[in-house]
């Protein structure tokens, strides 16, 4: 070996023209329409400090925890190593902050604890659009505990013992006996191999122990092909009494202390994305549950929970195209090619604005549900609107998910590709939305579901838009087509889609007409009512670009 000393390596190259990290933000504050909507649909500004810490929060080690609870998913440990049954899933300590964060925040509970106020479901969709920024997986087992806790209401004495370790903000990922725990989580178990969206096929069985009936105890017999955050103490599940299909409350723990040994964990989900949550495949093997509510009503039981679920599949697709426009902004505003910034050429500046009129629309769409939620207990015509309007921004906020996330990705470049950009997690996740809780076909059937069952949430659904009526010609003229589509019956399964999309877009665009600025309606009302570009990025000549990327560029 040469005794010389060696020079250091010549630099071969200067960096230069690499965006800076995105990193310290205010989630909240950086995200204009939600700022907006959280005073408007709350009505009251009593949440905003609440939400500007939580988006500082959010915006700052989560983000870390995040993309570590993505690289270190859960293992399964079936048995231990002498062969007994464990059935337990080890996360990384990443997972365990955020859901130790999530919970401290209320995202499982805010509009169900003592200290509830006014638009507390609206402040909990605020929160949720940050939190999941950071990351989406642990939204699962926070959505699935907070979805519970209105099902559990059709057993009192079950919610009595349940709801309150359900609402607790203390975090507890030990499974011990319920009364031994500050607090508890719960998730759903309905999907069978043989029917996920028909429920009805289920052949898992329930026999009484002693007496059957609401409230009474049960051994359940049979398989669950999806259940996911099996760590749960708690969960809902759907199998067949003498009756006919009932919901029950399985815990994990049984009240003596001992494992409920009847729940074992097959394997665990190798999934596309969504990869820091667990999902599992698990055998019921006589395992210990009480029935919620009325025998043979089990799908009218957990609707409840599933409907809050659908809630929070568009507060979640909401926030993440905030994420995705907040990385394909900031990368164009600190990037060029030919010579000037990315964001500043009219092609690209075309893209990022109509990513971000999408995002935007989502946003209202969430913020404007969440507060039927706060409202539907004492309002008829909120609740009405609520079984409607779940039902169509379900369906269609959570379809948009995909086709955006890959085009914000793009928007990156080659680095969009690149897993440290955090895109591709955005990407993998981004169909999940529309696929659990009732998949796309199922949330349009649903929609003409409602419109059979309730006529008053149509009228409840357009008399919300046609408060915009008035304000743009385009707008008017959808509401009319909209009118006559509705009106007519031919076909209409086959036209489900077409429909649901057409009252989707009246939400969205009456919402923005009547509160976003004058030129992201005017965008949105151009290029979504009238004719739609196949890709983003076919905004109609003379739409005011540049407002819309600036109003949606992180603030850093
Ligand atoms: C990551 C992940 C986690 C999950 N976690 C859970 C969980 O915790 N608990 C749980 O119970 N389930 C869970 N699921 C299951 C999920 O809810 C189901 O996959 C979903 O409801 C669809 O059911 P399926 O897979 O049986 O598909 P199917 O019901 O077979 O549907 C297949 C396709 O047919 C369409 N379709 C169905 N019926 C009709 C119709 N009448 N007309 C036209 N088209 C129709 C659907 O839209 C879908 O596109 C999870 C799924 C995923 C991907």
Redesign the pocket.
Known sequence: MSTLARSAPAATHEVRNQPPPLSGRDLFADNAPLVEALDREAGTTDWRERLHDAGRFWGGEPMTWGALANEHPPVLHTHDRYGHRRDEVEFHPAWHELMAAGVRDGLHALPWTEDARPGAHVARAALYQCAVQAEAGFGCPLT?TFAAVPALAAQPEVAAEWVPRLTSRAYDPDLRPADEKPSALC?????EKQ????VRANTTTATPLTHGGSGAEYELTGH?W????PMCDLFLVLAQATEGLSCFALPRVLPDGGRNAGFQIQRL?D?LG?RSNA?SEIELRGAYARMVGEPGRGVATIIQMVNHTRLDCVIGAAGGMRAAVAQATWHAANRSAFGARLADQPAMANVLADLAIEAEAATLVAMRLARAYDEAPHDREAEVFKRLATAVAKYHVCKRVPGHAAEALECLGGNGYVEASGMPRLYREAP?GS????????MA?DVLRALRATPAALDAFLAEADQAAGADARLDAHLARLRADLADPAELEHRARRVVEGLALALQASLLVRHAPPAVADAFCAARLGHPGLAYGTLPAGSDTGAIVARHTPLV
């Open positions: 699935m998730g759903m178990a309905m999907t029917g996920g969206s028909d669950k999806f259940c996911s955050a989900k999934k969504n999902s999940l696929i659990w809780e009732g998949s796309g076909n199922v059937l």
